[in-house]
């Protein structure tokens, strides 16, 4: 009776899974699979779940559905370091609302296509490498509220098309290679007049139609002419850096604005600019009809099987069987079955300790040195070895998913590389399944983080001649990092707080902040690596920079101004301590105020090499800010850090106190 039972059951289930479930649009589905085919790395895994075989792809990451579930409304895939094209299929996915692709790889053109998206609101492909024209189509999505296509590569001139979008309010452009004037006034209406016709009847464009603009950037790139009038009350700063007549802004040197050779070129399409492995993907859509027949196909046939093993598996409960485990997928019990490839390749040379090993080495792990919600500091000695820092990560295994071990397994390698005096060296790693550890090995650095010197230490320890030297040790380790290693390494938040010092006050580079990818991407995610207990914040928590060599130049340049005048980059009352020094750093006469009080002495000389520096590392033009060999080398040849020099100064002090 009880099987039966459970038979109508089933029954009834699948006839009300057949009436509310209505297939979702191939149209859509195919669109987002061509999406996918365009885009050859994908480091992070973020398209992992992406199967075309699956009718329903509202449940793919980055993709949202209207509440029926029966359309795409919004793709948000940013910062996940996507290689590839923008496939034009994109344009068929007609209800989507925002398209947000930013901080990614992505390079190719703009496809002229994403013109058929009536209801795109937000088109945001900032911060890729995106080159070609701005397509004048984009013109006729008059449902745009913002446009952001800054930070790529693009050229040509500026679509006055983009006038026609009435409700239009941000427009982000800066820091292409976009060319021409700023269409402002629609000059269609003079040209009919010259040929004879009406001009009133022509069809006018220009950024004066849009009216509703509150955001405007169009900074550095090459614009000439004049400012249009009705865009003359947004900031100077928003047409900084281009080649414009108007003077209440910065522009670009005479010499970069030379009239550029017009090189009339076809914009290169995915089919001819990828790589061998994508443009095999893109032969095998040219047969798209049978493609997507042999797709329809499949999916009939694997949406039949899913049925067949939906009715299974409600029988085998029905008879208290056991259920079936789906690798990735998790039980019941929430408890994660782990799949996990270990490439023997990428850690080969890597040295992997025994959590045994490195229990001994620190006491029983009770020679804790830090702390904080998500992993455990401890010191340890080797034997017959170096002491060491073991820093415990304090997840759960139920919540360290196949991916974070992949990502954990690379970093690993990464970090593994650096070999620099001025760098902190990964000794090795732990990796362990019963109990469950995972485990880094640093060298261990005994005088703790300049963070905790500058500002909670006593400040006779750090000498002007001390400082000075940190500051080039700081400088020749992030010369290493950035010109010495291909790839180049950069420090994800570079600040007092990732710089060590050994027992000689000798700095070391340690970027403890990209680990807290890994935790960010647990599921419990309850706090982050490091901390500071001080009323004044840094600014990594407040603003996020570019993981770059850009924005380590930028964050040196703070870091330097934290080191001579001992106060933090970012205090609650006082705002950014770098927005109150602009106006010492360039003036010899107020230049000292920005020293730190706590120094008996400093000298002058190097005063004025080090606000140099700094002036030149947050120069707004990327393009003159100096690398970090011009840097190292500007230091070395303008700053004294010997013995004499130090012995000089102090004399000179003393010898004007006794005078008094």
């Known amino acids: 009776m009880g099987s039966y039972t459970c038979f109508l059951l089933v029954l009834l289930a699948s006839g009300v899974f057949c009436v509310i479930c209505t297939p979702f649009p191939t149209n859509e589905v195919g669109a987002l699979t061509s999406f996918k085919e365009a885009i050859y790395e994908d480091p992070n895994l973020v398209l992992s779940n992406w199967n075309a075989l699956?009718?329903?792809?509202?449940?793919?990451?980055?993709?949202?559905?209207?509440?029926?579930?029966?359309?795409?409304?919004?793709?948000?895939?940013?910062d996940s370091s996507l290689k590839g094209f923008l496939a034009p299929e994109m344009g068929r996915i007609p209800y989507l609302q925002e398209l947000t692709l930013r901080k990614n790889n992505l390079i190719g053109t703009i496809p002229k296509e994403l013109s058929m998206l009536k209801f795109l609101q937000v088109l945001d492909l900032g911060v890729n490498q995106l080159t070609g024209i701005i397509p004048p189509e984009l013109g006729n999505l008059t449902s745009l509220v913002k446009i952001n296509l800054q930070s790529n590569g693009l050229t040509g001139s500026l679509p006055g098309e983009l006038g026609n979008l009435k409700d239009l309010r941000e427009l982000i452009l800066d820091r292409n290679k976009l060319q021409g004037t700023v269409p402002g006034e629609s000059n269609l209406s003079s040209v009919a007049k010259i040929h004879g016709m009406n001009g009133s009847g022509s069809k006018l464009s220009g950024l004066c139609r849009a009216s509703e603009l509150k955001v405007v950037d169009l900074s550095f790139n090459f614009f000439v002419g004049n400012i249009p009038k009705c865009l003359e009350n947004f900031p100077s700063s928003c047409f900084q850096g281009n080649c414009l007549q108007g003077k209440n802004a910065k522009q670009r040197p005479p010499t970069q604005c030379r009239p550029r050779p017009s090189t009339s070129h076809k914009s290169l399409s995915p089919k001819h600019s990828l790589p061998?492995?994508?443009?095999?993907?893109?032969?095998?859509?040219a047969a798209k009809p049978a493609w997507l027949l042999a797709l329809e196909i499949a999916t009939g046939i694997m949406a039949g099987s899913l049925f067949l093993v939906a009715i299974l598996t409600a029988f085998q409960r029905c008879n208290s069987k056991p259920a079936i485990i789906i690798p990735w997928k998790k039980s019941g019990s929430e408890k994660e079955h782990l799949m996990v490839f270990v490439d023997s390749e990428l850690l080969k040379d890597v040295t992997k300790f025994g959590r045994q090993e490195l229990e001994v080495a620190c006491e029983d792990f009770s020679n804790i040195i830090g702390s904080s919600p998500d992993s455990i500091v401890y010191k340890g000695t080797m034997k017959g070895g170096p002491e060491i820092a073991v820093i415990s990560f304090c997840i759960k295994e139920q919540h360290w998913t196949g991916y974070i071990e992949l990502y954990f397994q690379r970093e690993v390698a990464d970090f593994a590389r650096l070999n620099h005096v001025n760098v902190g060296k990964l000794l090795g790693y732990c990796r362990e399944s019963t109990p469950f550890t995972r485990m880094l090995v640093f060298e261990y650095a005994s005088n703790g983080t300049l963070y905790e010197h500058l500002h909670f230490g006593e400040g006779s320890q750090l000498s002007w001649t001390r400082r000075m030297r940190i500051i080039l040790g700081i400088a020749q380790g992030l010369k290493y990092l950035h010109t010495e290693l291909d790839p180049p390494f950069t420090i994800s938040e570079l600040n007092s707080s990732a710089v060590y010092l050994t027992e000689d006050f000798s700095p070391k580079l340690v970027d403890f902040e990209s680990w807290k990818t890994i935790l960010a991407r647990s599921e419990k995610n309850s706090g982050s690596i490091g901390s500071n207990g001080s009323i004044c914040l840094l600014p990594s928590s407040l603003e996020k920079r570019h993981l770059d060599i850009q924005g380590n130049i930028h964050a040196f340049a703070i870091l330097v101004l934290e080191i001579i005048s001992g106060k933090p980059p970012f205090c609650k009352d006082k705002g950014f301590f770098i927005d109150w020094a602009r106006d010492y750093l360039e003036l010899p006469e107020v230049m000292s105020y920005i020293v730190d009080p706590e120094l008996q002495n400093f000298s002058f000389d190097d005063l004025k090499v080090i606000c140099e520096v700094i002036c030149l590392c947050i120069h707004p033009d990327f393009s003159k800010r100096p690398s970090m060999k011009d840097i190292s080398l500007m230091l070395e040849s303008g700053i004294d850090t010997s013995l004499s020099i130090e012995?000089?100064?102090?004399?000179?002090?003393a010898e004007l106190a006794l005078s008094s």
């Open 276 to 285: 061998k492995a994508a443009a095999e993907h893109q032969k095998q859509k």
């Open 647 to 653: 012995l000089k100064t102090s004399l000179a002090w």
């Open 54 to 78: 699956d009718a329903d792809p509202c449940r793919w990451t980055g993709i949202t559905c209207n509440m029926e579930r029966q359309h795409v409304i919004k793709i948000n895939i940013s």
